[in-house]
C-alpha cells in the first residue's frame, strides 16, 4: 500500500463532476487499499476519490475505533464502508448542524447542516449492489464525501469557517 498525495482546492480535479467507476479490477482495488491508508495516515473518518487526485466516484469512510467512539456509535465504530457509485435516495426532513473539517482543507473548520438520515444506494468495492440506511454523525460523513464526488466542498455550503486556532473567533467565509 501506499500513501497518495491529498489534494487541496487549487487543483481543478477536486471541482469536478466525478465519473461512474466501472472497471472494479485490480486497479481499482490498489487505489481503495491506497485510500484507505491515507486516509488512516491522515486521521480521517472519509476520503473520496477526487481528494486523492482520482475523478473515481469512490468513497471510503470509517468512524474511528475507539473506546468513545463504540459508546457512541455501537457497531458502526470501526467499521469500513467503501461505496463506488454512491447516491443518496432518500433525506430526511430533519437537518442538524454539526462541524466538518475536510482532508482537503487542512486547518479549517464549519457549521455544516445536513440530513440527520440518508439512505445510499451504490456498489462495493467488488461491484455488488449495496443499500445503506444511515443516520447522525456515519450519515454526515457519508454526506460529506458524496459531496466531494459532485465537486463541492464544506465551505461551499458552511454557515461559517473558522481556523480552530483563532479559539472563539469566527470568520464567515463568503461562498
Known amino acids: 500500500?501506499?500513501?497518495?498525495?491529498?489534494?487541496?482546492?487549487?487543483?481543478?480535479i477536486l471541482r469536478q463532476q466525478a465519473?461512474?467507476?466501472?472497471?472494479?479490477?485490480?486497479?481499482?482495488?490498489?487505489?481503495?487499499?491506497?485510500?484507505?491508508?491515507?486516509?488512516?495516515?491522515a486521521d480521517g473518518v472519509g476520503i473520496a476519490g477526487p481528494q486523492v487526485a482520482q475523478s473515481l466516484r469512490i468513497i471510503l469512510v470509517r468512524l474511528r475505533d475507539d473506546e468513545e467512539s463504540r459508546e457512541l456509535y455501537g457497531e458502526n465504530a470501526?467499521?469500513?464502508?467503501?461505496?463506488?457509485?454512491?447516491?443518496?435516495?432518500?433525506?430526511?426532513e430533519t437537518m442538524v448542524t454539526g462541524v466538518e473539517g475536510c482532508l482537503s482543507l487542512p486547518g479549517l473548520l464549519g457549521d455544516v447542516d445536513r440530513h440527520e438520515s440518508i439512505e445510499v444506494t451504490g456498489q462495493d468495492r467488488h461491484g455488488n449492489p449495496l443499500s445503506l440506511k444511515l443516520a447522525d454523525w456515519l450519515a454526515r460523513v457519508f454526506q460529506?464525501?458524496?459531496?466531494?464526488?459532485?465537486?463541492?466542498?464544506?465551505?461551499?455550503?458552511?454557515?461559517?469557517?473558522?481556523?480552530?486556532?483563532?479559539?472563539?473567533?469566527?470568520?464567515?467565509?463568503?461562498?
Open 19 to 41: 465519473l461512474r467507476v466501472s472497471d472494479f479490477g485490480d486497479d481499482l482495488q490498489q487505489l481503495i487499499d491506497d485510500m484507505f491508508q491515507t486516509m488512516l495516515d
Open 78 to 92: 470501526g467499521q469500513l464502508y467503501v461505496v463506488a457509485n454512491p447516491k443518496i435516495i432518500k433525506r430526511s
Open 144 to 175: 460529506h464525501e458524496i459531496d466531494h464526488l459532485d465537486g463541492r466542498l464544506f465551505i461551499d455550503i458552511a454557515t461559517k469557517v473558522w481556523r480552530p486556532e483563532d479559539d472563539d473567533a469566527v470568520a464567515e467565509i463568503e461562498a
Open 1 to 12: 500500500m501506499a500513501l497518495l498525495d491529498i489534494i487541496q482546492p487549487n487543483n481543478p
